[in-house]
Every structure is written in C-alpha cells, then in structure tokens.
C-alpha cells in the first residue's frame, strides 16, 4: 500500500512539473509496463524542431526503484532526422555510486529520478521531425525496477 501511495504521489508531482514547463521544453516521459524494461521495448519520443539557429540541451529521465539490480544502466540512443538519416549513441549512465552503492538522483523512500545531460548546447541543422528512440543494451533482459523513461529537451536563451 506504501509503494502505491508513493508512486501515486511521484506521478502527481510529475504531472504537476510538466504542466509548469515552459513553451522552449520539451518533456515527455513513458512508463515502462509491469516495471520491467523489455529489450524489445523501446521507447519514442516524436519533436517538431523549426529553429535551427538555436542551442539545444538534451537530458534523458530514468525513474527506478530499488528493485533495479545495477548500479548502472547502458542506454542506446537513436536519432531519425528529416530526410531519412539516423544516428545511434551508447551511453552508460550511473544509477549509483559505486563505491558506496548508494542511489544517485533524487530519491523518495525507495524510487529515485536521474536526469543525465546527452547533449549540451547543440544544434539541430534542418527543421522538421525528429523521432528519438531509446532502449536499453543491458545483458540482462528484462530489466526489474525501471518505472519511466523521459526525454526533456530545453532550447537555451539567446544571450
């Protein structure tokens, strides 16, 4: 009954910060069916970008529970431009201090969010449609504890 007090709570709070964001972010989370992240199961997040002289910070969102096993989540990012090119990152993002094995991220009793930086200050070269796929490249499959995957996308001030 706690566990769903509290992720009621998470979802509210989060439902509240999206209604806040202004009109230069982007933010959208998926919830991960069951809390378990299937390999197969990857998730697209769908941008219209019409200014390409602006900067651009990209962050990906990953909410867990302390049922997740690793201290670290390996992500593969994809990028499908306008015209049909793609681009694919690895990253490796650190869930946990290894050395003490203790949570990153902003926890609330057993679930933590983890905001991790992707890009910083880029540029997007042509205006269009943007989908942005991610997925995971653990060895392990499913991945137990993994409740939201988001993708926020700020346009920086001109200064």
């Known amino acids: 009954m706690k566990k769903n007090r509290t992720h009621f709570l998470l979802t509210g709070l989060l439902l509240l910060a999206l209604a806040c964001t202004p009109g230069n972010t982007y933010h959208k989370v998926a919830d991960i069916p069951s809390f378990s992240w299937s390999r197969d199961h990857a998730i697209d997040f769908d941008l219209r970008l019409n200014d390409t002289t602006a900067a651009y910070d990209l962050f ?22 306008p015209g049909g090119d793609t681009a694919t990152l690895r990253k490796q993002i650190m869930l946990a201090d290894n050395d003490e094995l203790q949570w990153k991220g902003d926890c609330m009793g057993d679930i933590c969010v983890v905001k991790v930086p992707l890009l910083s200050s880029g540029h997007f070269s042509r205006k269009g449609d943007y989908r942005f796929r991610i997925a995971h490249v653990m060895r392990s499959n499913p991945l137990p504890g993994i409740l939201n995957v988001g993708m926020e ?5 001109a200064r």
């Open 153 to 157: 996308i700020k346009k920086r001030d």
């Open 60 to 81: 990906v969102i990953i909410r867990h529970n302390s049922d997740y096993p690793f201290s670290n989540l390996w992500l593969e990012l994809q990028t499908f431009f």
